[in-house]
C-alpha cells in the first residue's frame, strides 16, 4: 500500500467516525476524494475488518466493533479510562465489588479497565482479558444494546458453554436479552466462572450504539438476588454517566 492509501485509508476513518453511518457519495464529498478513490480504500478497509457497509438500498458505511476494540486499546482506551474512572470509583465504593470496563473485538469483549474489590474473595479478570458474548454480564448486556443484524450474526455462531450455567440455546439467549432491555441490566449468574456472579450495562456513543459495557462481579454466595436491584439501578446510572460523558453531554 502506498503512502497516499495509507493517508486516504485513515482520512476515511476520521470522516466515517464523525459522520456513520454515512454513503459513498456524502463520504467522498466531504473528503473532497473521486468516489473510486474512497471506494478502494473502503473496501481495503472491510477487507481488514475495519468498517462494514449496511443492507441496500441505503448500503450506508459504518466503523466495526473492532475499530472501537483496537482504539479501546491503544490512544482510546486511555480517553475511555479517563472519562469512565470516576463513575467506576464511585460505582466501586457503593459496592464494594470489582468494577470492569470492556470493549467489544469481534465476538468477545475485551477487558481494558478494572477496580478491584477489597475483599479478600472477589472477582479478578486480567486486562486484556477476553470474554464470551453470551457467557458474560458484560457481553450480555452489550448484545442487548446492540442492532438485530447484529445479533442475529453473533447467534448464528458458535455459542461455546463455560460453565453448566452457560446460556448456549439461541432461543433463551434472545429471552434474555429481552429481559435486559426491559430491565436495563444484565444478570450472569455462574455463567462465565463458576461461583462468580456479574451483572453489565452497556456503554453507548452519541448515536446510541454500543461501545462497551461496565459490570460489577463477586462471588456468587455474596452478589445474591437480595442485592440484584441495587446493584442493577446503580449500575445503569453509572453507563449513562460514562456515556453522557463520552458524547460531552450531562
Known amino acids: 500500500m502506498s ?3 495509507v493517508v486516504n485509508a485513515i482520512h476515511v476513518i476520521e470522516a466515517i467516525s464523525t459522520l456513520q453511518p454515512v454513503g459513498l457519495s456524502d463520504l467522498a464529498r466531504t473528503l473532497e476524494q473521486p468516489k473510486a478513490t474512497v471506494l478502494r480504500a473502503l473496501r481495503t478497509l472491510e477487507e481488514l475488518g475495519w468498517v462494514e457497509q449496511g443492507e441496500a438500498p441505503a ?3 459504518s466503523l466495526t466493533y473492532h475499530a472501537y476494540a483496537v482504539a479501546a486499546r491503544t490512544g482510546m482506551r486511555q480517553n475511555i479510562r479517563d472519562l469512565a474512572i470516576a463513575p467506576m470509583s464511585a460505582l466501586q465504593e457503593e459496592s464494594s465489588e470489582t468494577i470492569h470496563l470492556c470493549v467489544p473485538d469481534g465476538r468477545n469483549m475485551v ?3 478494572r477496580l478491584d474489590s477489597s475483599h479478600t474473595l472477589r472477582a479478578f479478570l486480567a486486562l486484556g482479558t477476553t470474554l464470551q458474548m453470551h457467557a458474560s454480564g458484560t457481553g450480555l448486556a452489550f448484545l442487548a444494546a446492540s442492532n438485530p443484524e447484529f445479533v442475529d450474526d453473533y447467534l448464528s455462531g458458535p455459542l461455546d458453554a463455560r460453565t453448566a450455567r452457560s446460556l448456549t440455546s439461541p432461543a433463551k439467549i434472545r429471552d434474555e436479552l429481552q ?3 426491559e ?3 444484565s444478570i450472569n449468574v455462574d455463567g462465565r466462572s463458576e461461583g462468580i456472579t456479574s451483572l453489565g450495562a452497556a456503554i453507548c456513543d452519541h448515536s446510541g450504539t454500543p461501545i462497551g459495557s461496565v459490570s460489577i462481579s463477586g462471588p456468587t454466595s455474596r452478589i ?7 446493584f442493577g439501578k446503580s449500575l445503569v446510572r453509572t453507563a449513562r454517566m460514562i456515556t453522557n460523558r ?3 453531554t450531562r
Request: aromatic share 12%; hydrophobic share 30%; charged share 20%.
Open 179 to 181: 429481559a435486559i432491555r
Open 246 to 248: 463520552l458524547s460531552g
Open 224 to 230: 445474591t438476588e437480595s442485592h440484584f436491584n441495587d
Open 111 to 113: 477487558v481494558v479497565e
Open 3 to 5: 503512502t497516499q492509501s
Open 59 to 61: 448500503a450506508h458505511w
Open 183 to 185: 430491565r436495563g441490566y
